[in-house]
């Protein structure tokens, strides 16, 4: 199949392209810390477990994570009260800072996308991808 058929390698290029931009925005934050972060602001008290699907990364991955927030104050993990082998994870107050300095930037880049389409043509931007994953999924 010829480079210029292949899908993937446009869907490649703009999430690179996304993932870099972001990256520079939301330092000195990383963007899988960003994400954990912007998890935990609408999931307080979430297990590593659970950040781990809402960001889409490996457990072990989220594992990493965690442990630098809490080394940069930015989380801290408590037992569960019911469920001691589980720890919850709270946004800590210089937590919560962090995220809103990382998120006005990463929504600025958001706005600029959104800009570039209408709404009916993000509707079907939305739509294609969601095909395109289930496409994959199908194999």
Same mark, same amino acid.
Request: net charge positive; with cysteine.
């Given at each position: 199949?010829?480079?210029?058929? *292949? ?21 000195? &934050? $990383? ?9 935990? +602001?609408?999931?307080?008290?979430? +297990? +590593?477990?659970?950040?781990? !699907? ?23 993990? $408590? ?12 946004? $800590?107050?210089?937590? !919560? *800072? ?13 706005? *600029?996308?959104?800009?570039?389409? $209408?709404?009916?043509? !993000?509707?079907? &931007? !939305?739509? &294609?991808?969601? *095909? ?8």
């Amino acid at each position: 199949m010829p480079p210029e058929e *292949r899908l993937g390698l446009d869907v490649k290029r703009a999430e690179q392209a996304l993932i870099a931009a972001k990256h520079a925005a939301v330092k000195p &934050l $990383t963007v899988p810390q960003y994400a954990a972060l912007f998890a935990l +602001s609408s999931t307080p008290g979430a +297990s +590593s477990a659970a950040l781990a !699907r809402a960001c889409l990364v490996t457990p072990q991955a989220m594992t990493v994570v965690l442990k630098n927030l809490v080394d940069l104050g930015y989380v801290e993990r $408590t037992p569960h009260p019911l469920h001691a082998h589980v720890l919850e994870t709270h946004l $800590t107050t210089a937590g !919560r *800072r962090a995220l809103a300095a990382a998120d006005q930037a990463a929504v600025a880049i958001e706005r *600029r996308i959104a800009a570039a389409f $209408t709404p009916a043509e !993000r509707e079907t &931007l !939305r739509a &294609l991808l969601s *095909r395109f994953v289930t496409a994959i999924d199908d194999v």
